[in-house]
């Protein structure tokens, strides 16, 4: 039952993962420092990742909008989930 449980509402990802999204979203150019990161792994194996982000000043909305796209992006193309 317990299993069915985490498949449903979701268990918290591995560290490994939540340190290589910490990496990747620093590794972007705007991104000054993760602020607050929530990683769950939620039915066969997708991430809900939650990421706070501070980003360098002087960034405008225009940019801060492509520089969360990029985040994901990133994201998205280095986790095997």
Known sequence: MKNVRG????????????????RIALEVEGVEEILDLKVMVIGSGRLFVNLDIHVKE??????????????????????PY
């Not at 960034?59 to 796209?69: G, H």
């Open 7 to 22: 498949f449903i509402i979701g268990v918290s990802a591995p560290e490994e993962v939540k340190r290589q999204i910490k």
């Open 58 to 79: 002087g960034v405008i909305t225009e940019e801060i909008e492509k520089l969360i796209d990029k985040v994901k992006t990133s994201i998205k193309q280095e986790i």
